[in-house]
């Protein structure tokens, strides 16, 4: 018994346009963070459905590089937030309007 | 025919808790409902064959990113010292709800009319050579990392090791006087 590929598809396409929406409609720096985390799911959740029948397992490789670039990029990115909100004193994203050169 | 149900709760739970993420103001809140999504997608995995996947992404996000977010909350949250006895909110303010919504729903759409249409006959199972049932991917994924991806494999450590120096070097620079050209920084 499988589940066909559509359900895994429409679910996918589902989460990635939550996430959008996070990304576009939230202000808050972690919020849009937790957005982006949203979207990378969806891919992931694609990618392993299309590589449900592939003894080659490539996508579930490619999903497997995706959740490490996944994890770096957080870690970076919450150093980088710290830092301005050292700086700011603020996680508002329309805060960090400041440029210095 | 079970298994389809099974499948479609554990679809509505990361759809919920994603939509209560989008809903909620209050970002702790949000922190939390994120681990049901996250282990609704390490769920959906086992559905796909991917049980190595299942277990890494129950590891890695819900064991690192989601408590890398909290801390995140936790560091960047200044307690309200005016009002004592009353619960501290850490809350997040929308902005462009109609056009984030209006962007969603637009995309949203546009792929649930598409992706049903889309005929993928080269992805059926009689195009592959067979699984075993009830075999384990964790040896071919071990086999095609060191064979076959060997190149990303290597480029993988090395960004983890750059992530490792960049955000220990950047959350340790600390911000006097000099360092944004005389500039004094606001306490």
Known sequence: ?101 | MQIQYIFIIFAIMIVASALFVLWSKNVVHSAFMLFFTFIGVAGIFVFANADYLAVAQIMIYVGGILILLVFGILLTNKPNKDKIGVTNTVETTNYNRLLGGGVAILLFSGLFFVVPRIPFTRLEAHNFEQFEPLKSTVKNIGIYLITENSLPFEAIALLLFGALIGAGYIAKLTLNEETFQGKKIKK
């Not at chain 1, 499988?2 to 996430?19: D, K, N, Q, V």
């Not at chain 1, 995706?66 to 990029?73: G, K, P, Q, R, S």
């Open chain 1, 1 to 101: 018994m499988e589940i066909p590929l559509t359900y895994f598809l429409i679910l996918s396409a589902m989460l990635f346009s939550i996430g959008l929406a996070i990304v576009i409609v939230k202000r808050h720096t972690i919020v849009i963070l937790m957005g982006i985390e949203l979207m990378l799911n969806a891919v992931n959740i694609n990618l392993v459905a299309f590589s449900r029948n592939d003894t080659m397992l490539r996508g579930q490789s490619l999903s497997l590089f995706i959740l490490v670039v996944a994890a770096a990029e957080a870690v970076v990115v919450l150093a980088i937030i710290l830092l301005a909100y050292k700086h700011f004193k603020s996680v508002n994203m329309d805060d960090f309007s400041e440029l210095h050169g």
